[in-house]
């Protein structure tokens, strides 16, 4: 198991970008799918975007497809969520979480982090 620590959330207006990152300590990060969901108050929480172990695949939400980007440095431990053009309704506790699978669903990851807190302004 891994143990995952997320970073790089904060305030920012609609039309903005933010890049959430995602450090992970233990010694099989490489062997792992990466992927950020997301949870706004009052809602359950939704997968946006996952990764492959070797940066070759990637799955995205509808929703964020073309204004977000995944990726990884496994020498770094680390994986990035470049968000841009940022909407009110991005607004959500990111999470980062780690499986054995590029899937969108929350069963497939069984280590998670504490999630950063993403607000964008209209």
């Known amino acids: 198991q891994v143990q995952l620590v997320e970073s790089g959330g904060g305030l920012v207006q609609a039309g903005g970008s933010l890049r959430l990152s995602c450090a992970v300590s233990?010694?099989?990060?490489?062997?792992?799918?990466m992927a950020w969901f997301r949870q706004a108050p009052w809602k359950e929480r939704e997968f946006v975007v996952a990764i492959s172990w070797s940066g070759d695949t990637t799955y995205y939400a509808d929703s964020v497809k073309g204004r977000f980007t995944i990726t990884r440095d496994n020498a770094k431990k680390t994986v990035y969520l470049q968000m841009n053009d940022l909407k009110p309704e991005d607004t959500a506790l990111y999470y980062c979480?780690?499986?054995?699978?590029?899937?969108?669903?929350?069963?497939?990851?069984?280590?998670w982090g504490q999630g950063t807190q993403v607000t964008v302004s209209s």
């Open positions: 979480a780690a499986g054995e699978r590029v899937v969108p669903s929350e069963n497939a990851y069984d280590s």
């Open positions: 233990g010694r099989s990060f490489s062997h792992y799918a």
